[in-house]
């Protein structure tokens, strides 16, 4: 299976460069695999196709502002870091820019008190550096930190708190899980008064969500690792869920992720935490996710192999097409999909 199998024509302006407003006017393409019909709706209709009895499985992670610019030390040149995974207190693997002009031993200011060290450079293009700071490291990523928006969204984001879902909890992640960004309090308290219960998970969004895929043949891919974590309680109001005949509708692909990489052959889930590399691709069989929303995703993604996965890959090309072709927006800030 290669890559290029997965390619489709996008045009560039049909990438959403700003969140719709409010959150739940964004459009909502429904598939229905049994019999392959489709349906143009708005986002909040979409407790029509929710049914008293379902669980609708939620991401809580919230996105940190991890990206930094700063400058080497030696030369003043431009420097960028995109945070994504803490190590230790003030050890941290990131991504930088320009990756090749940093060598192990340099160090990269981004303020008077906050200062890094390049300690290792990996192969997959991660590095693991050493942050030099007084006091705690949060309020200072704070301070200079920049949320890390996707490079196709150009437009300046006015509001942070519009590339967090509504439920965000814990902090981790260096990109959204933007499927939920289209939630609003208003309708997640419809849902919960229709009879399905919200429950959260946890995958904190890094590398391996967006990595682009840069083999041949899709099944030498290698994901990144990223931290996720399921609770008792979740764990068994998602059994009870599946016991009694509701559905379980993962809100995103990192809630299909998280699901899918702790749930057993009958798709119980166990309370659990620690790493994931799971990679979903065709042929994959899905052993506890009944249902998807997710957003529109990049050509030749890992995200898009997982909803060819899910609902076939000429039917997933097929509608991502249809979507083009009406003029649906596109990413983070784009419109949405219900696969029921």
């Not at 080497?72 to 050890?91: A, C, H, M, P, Y």
């Not at 030099?132 to 930190?145: A, D, I, K, S, V």
Request: glycine residues 6%; contains cysteine.
């Amino acid at each position: 299976m290669n890559t290029s199998d997965f390619y489709y024509d996008l045009p560039e302006e049909l990438i959403a460069q700003t969140p719709a407003e409010p959150r739940d006017s964004s459009r909502l393409l429904v598939y229905h695999r049994r019999d392959g019909a489709v349906e143009h709706k708005i986002f909040r209709d979409i407790i029509d196709f929710l049914n008293p009895g379902d669980a609708l499985v939620v991401n809580d992670t919230r996105v940190i502002p991890a990206r930094l610019y700063g400058k080497k030390q030696s030369t003043g040149r431009e420097v960028e870091f995109l945070l994504l995974n803490q190590l230790s207190k003030d050890i941290w693997e990131v991504i930088m820019r320009p990756g090749k002009k940093l060598r192990i031993g340099d160090r990269v200011e981004f303020a008077e008190d906050l200062q890094a060290e390049i300690l290792e450079k990996k192969e997959d293009g991660v590095t693991r550096v050493k942050f030099y700071f007084e006091g705690l490291f949060e309020p200072l990523l704070e301070r200079y930190g920049n949320m890390p928006l996707p490079p196709y969204i150009t437009q300046r984001l006015e509001d942070r708190q519009r590339y967090q879902t509504v439920y965000a909890k814990e902090n981790g992640s260096a990109a959204a899980p933007t499927a939920g960004l289209h939630f609003t309090p208003e309708l997640m308290e419809k849902i919960r008064k229709k009879g399905i219960d919200i429950i959260p998970v946890l995958l904190h969004v890094g590398l391996g969500t967006f990595r682009p895929v840069k083999v041949d043949n899709v099944e030498n891919h290698r994901m990144h690792s990223e931290y996720y974590s399921i609770s008792a309680d979740s764990a068994r109001r998602i059994n009870e869920t599946r016991k009694k005949g509701g559905r379980i509708i993962a809100v995103g692909t990192t809630s299909v992720r998280t699901l899918e990489s702790v749930a057993d052959e009958k798709g119980c889930i166990k309370e659990q935490s620690g790493n994931t590399e799971i990679f979903i691709y065709p042929g994959y069989r899905f052993k506890c996710v009944d249902a998807l929303i997710t957003n529109f995703h990049l050509p030749e993604s890992t995200l898009l192999m997982l909803i060819s996965a899910f609902m076939g890959k000429e039917q997933a090309l097929g509608l991502y097409r249809l979507a083009v072709q009406e003029r649906y927006r596109f990413f983070s800030f784009g419109d949405a999909m219900l696969i029921v």
